[in-house]
């Protein structure tokens, strides 16, 4: 029996971070989301690392979508097969 880490797969998502100014010991720039096709400016490291957590879980959660979306496409494909063979 194996212990629950709380951790799920995920896909894995990429940022690119351009830190353009280094000001009150802290970073300024920006982020471009690669899978998101997004780009936003940030104005501190912490800011920075909350933009990239909102963008992991709204991908997570465009990704449970989607796989809701298939599992009902194929539950009705399966419903669908069993009236046409009846």
């Known amino acids: 029996m194996s212990a629950k880490t709380g ?3 995920r896909e894995r998502q990429i940022f690119v971070v351009d830190v ?3 000001q009150k010991n ?14 936003i ?10 933009l990239m957590d ?9 990704a449970r979508q989607e796989t809701d979306r298939q599992r009902q496409n194929e539950r009705k494909r ?3 097969d069993k009236t046409t063979k009846a």
């Open 78 to 80: 399966k419903a669908e």
């Open 54 to 62: 909102s963008a992991i879980s709204a991908g997570d959660s465009r």
């Open 20 to 22: 353009i100014a280094h």
């Open 41 to 50: 400016s940030f104005r501190s490291v912490m800011e920075m690392l909350r």
């Open 26 to 39: 802290t970073w300024q720039g920006q982020i471009h989301w690669i899978q998101g096709n997004k780009k």
């Open 7 to 9: 951790m799920e797969k």
